[in-house]
């Protein structure tokens, strides 16, 4: 079975996805790499092009090599190859199940969750709702109809993309000319509209073992760049002043409720091998806001730096996923 690293996607993280995939290649240099292109072609790349590609945050990757077809091609080949995928992807198409559905009517092993749990994760009125049935605190939700009304109720709210990652569309809803911002955002995809919720960032990553138990790894405190107003994309990867830590300063009931209800959330999702919840802390302890089932992985990322403080090296971690795949494609 090759092991081969696709990343890439025809979605707006695909810049996140290059920098996972340096991070995958460098722990598994045997690996080949397979960059799926803005245009749909995948493409075999070559160590050199994507080490070299120096940045990845902000730079779009040039596979300077021929396509090997459509990703459906591509993973026709993978099927006949006896190819298992390490997903280096995020958001889209790579992360709403329609990649993991496409895997699976082929039978080709891939890291990480399957197409259901992927697409429930992935709508995040859904995912709340989901949570909830597992005793997950979550924000309850605004209607665009009712954003006037509920901001004369509550002063603040949040509003973000539906179904995207990585904090893109964030809209901080602090003054009658943000709720304009949310409307003209809604014409062109589906927003969730929150109360904002005060506190402190944190998140919480759930690893699955080989033998299928599940253990939450430490918490992480995030305090976002000063004069920022959140954990958006450019606090994420390009503001320095972004302090993570790991684990994070919470009372200890704190960090147990946020590793309980992680797993709770990954439960409640159907998650498979790995995932990573985030709250806020607010006064009256964590509220979820999300799952994401193919969290960031690069150097910079938050789970990596999790199992560091778990004392798990990140080529264990991969080699336990890829196991884990293997494995579910035996079923």
Not at 43 to 65: C, I, M, Y
Not at 112 to 123: C, I, K, P, T, V
Request: net charge negative; glycine share 10%; with cysteine.
């Amino acid at each position: 079975m090759q092991i081969t690293i696709l990343f890439g996607g025809t979605n707006k993280e695909r810049l996140v996805s290059v920098a996972s995939a340096q991070a995958l290649h460098r722990a598994l240099p045997e690996a080949d790499l397979w960059f799926w292109d803005v245009d749909d072609t995948v493409h075999e790349v070559r160590s050199g092009a994507l080490l070299g590609h120096t940045r990845p945050f902000e730079d779009d990757f040039k596979p300077g090599s021929p396509s090997i077809g459509a990703i459906e091609a591509a993973l026709d080949k993978a099927s006949a190859e006896d190819r298992l995928l390490v997903l280096g992807l995020h958001g889209g198409r790579a992360e709403n199940g329609e990649l993991q559905a496409m895997c699976e009517m082929r039978g080709i092993p891939f890291t990480g969750s399957g197409s259901a749990s992927s697409h429930l994760a992935f709508d995040k009125v859904a995912a709340k709702r989901f949570a909830a049935f597992a005793g997950v605190e979550a924000p309850s939700g605004v209607a665009l109809e009712d954003i006037d009304a509920a901001f004369a109720q509550y002063g603040k709210l949040i509003a973000k993309p539906a179904r995207d990652g990585s904090s893109y569309g964030l809209i901080f809803v602090n003054a009658q000319q943000d709720l304009a911002a949310v409307r003209n955002a809604a014409k062109t995809e589906e927003y969730l509209i929150e109360p904002f919720v005060s506190g402190a960032e944190a998140t919480c990553g759930v690893l699955e073992q080989p033998d299928g138990s599940l253990i939450a790894l430490p918490p992480i405190e995030i305090i976002p760049a000063e004069g920022g107003f959140g954990f958006d994309y450019r606090a994420k990867y390009l503001a320095a002043s972004t302090q993570e830590i790991c684990p994070g300063r919470f009372a200890p009931e704190i960090m147990a409720q946020l590793m309980e209800q992680a797993q709770s959330a990954h439960k409640a999702l159907s998650c498979s091998g790995y995932s990573r919840s985030d709250f806020i802390v607010s006064p009256k302890g964590p509220i979820f806001l999300e799952t994401n089932t193919l969290p960031g992985l690069t150097a910079a990322s938050l789970y990596p730096k999790a199992l560091k403080a778990q004392g798990i090296e990140f080529a264990e971690f991969l080699h336990g996923q890829i196991a884990l795949a293997a494995q579910r494609a035996r079923r």
